[in-house]
């Protein structure tokens, strides 16, 4: 009869059932709440007094702060910062700006027990009662020291690769003997150096997003040849060439052009390097050699008809070991 009593109490408005069963759920809630915040040790997780004043302390504190709770209980949370940071007062910063926003999160170095520093990612939350009273701040903690050292690592590469770069920029734009320039996927050109404006005569504002074909006849353009270029450097990595090229002033010159396909480090094509030597004196001083060999080749030529033709002379011509190796008309 007892059981009948209390759920006809309960059910008749008695507060005192509901109000003890709603204490019972809020004890067990309360208390996992407390064993799923003690057992993170991801998180340093604990609560601060109005004052900054440590009152409670997880699993994770004691990880990543080396303090054991009863080390640390009851210590101002200042003890984390450095001095730098205590001297302009920033852990009491930290408490207005929560108080005033409801929460304050910042990323910096925080202290360990040791001495050593780590570098923290930290939310701080004002905690309120049920009525509306204000208890404190809870202060989650998490160790970002890898991530900070991987951003360190990735930002010193960054700055290499970029004074790399700038020093190869550098050299490439004081190259004078050399067109050393860039086209993109397509053939246009993206780059101009010193020695591409002495080579060609462009000014960089004159043929930046230009198709390259300008440096080409019309002949080899009608056929197709510097896209045949383009074609084998993007399909062998390289292509190589001796051949006229025109200038500005649509002189010719004879040039070395050496094209090499440029990929990105996820192996797409941004682009092609070209680099043009020009070769007008040497090939001046082939065509010079040629001529004379063929001068010289026509006047042994009439030399030796000359001789086989003299018949009042015997003449002839012996080895370094004294075997006839000529003989004329006369002999």
Do not use: C
Request: glycine share 6%; aromatic share 12%; no cysteine.
């Amino acid at each position: 009869m007892s059981k009948v009593t209390d759920i006809d109490t309960f059910s008749s408005g008695s507060t005192t059932g509901l109000e003890n069963h709603n204490t019972d759920e809020n004890r067990i809630t309360d208390a996992r709440y407390r064993l799923l915040v003690e057992g993170v040790t991801d998180y340093a997780i604990f609560m601060l007094d109005p004052t900054g004043h440590i009152v409670t302390w997880n699993a994770g504190a004691k990880r990543i702060k080396q303090y054991d709770a009863s080390e640390i209980i009851g210590k101002h949370f200042s003890v984390f910062y450095t001095s730098e940071a205590n001297a302009r007062e920033f852990p009491l910063f930290e408490l207005k700006e929560a108080k005033a926003k409801g929460k304050f999160e910042d990323e910096g170095w925080r202290v360990r027990r040791d001495g050593s520093v780590f570098w923290a990612n930290v939310i701080i939350t004002t905690i309120y009662n049920k009525k509306g009273e204000f208890i404190g701040f809870s202060k989650v903690t998490r160790d970002l020291s890898e991530r900070k050292k991987a951003e360190d690592d990735l930002y010193k590469a960054y700055e290499e690769l970029k004074d790399s770069e700038e020093r190869y920029r550098l050299l490439v734009e004081g190259v004078t003997d050399y067109a050393i320039f860039m086209l993109d996927p397509a053939g246009h050109v993206a780059t101009w150096n010193a020695g591409a404006r002495r080579i060609k005569q462009y000014e960089a504002s004159e043929i930046i997003g230009k198709y390259f074909a300008k440096f080409y006849s019309r002949d080899l353009v009608l056929k197709g040849f510097p896209e045949y270029e383009l074609s084998v450097a993007r399909t062998t990595g390289r292509f190589e060439d001796e051949g006229w090229r025109y200038r500005k002033d649509g002189t010719a010159f004879w040039a070395n052009v050496v094209i090499t396909a440029i990929y990105n480090s996820r192996q797409e094509l941004i682009g092609f390097s070209k680099i043009t030597r020009d070769l007008s004196e040497k090939k001046q001083l082939e065509e010079q050699l040629f001529r004379i060999n063929e001068e010289l080749k026509e006047s042994e030529e009439k030399t030796r008809m000359l001789i086989e033709s003299v018949k009042d002379y015997a003449i002839i011509m012996l080895n370094p070991d004294g075997l006839i190796v000529s003989w004329n008309a006369g002999a």
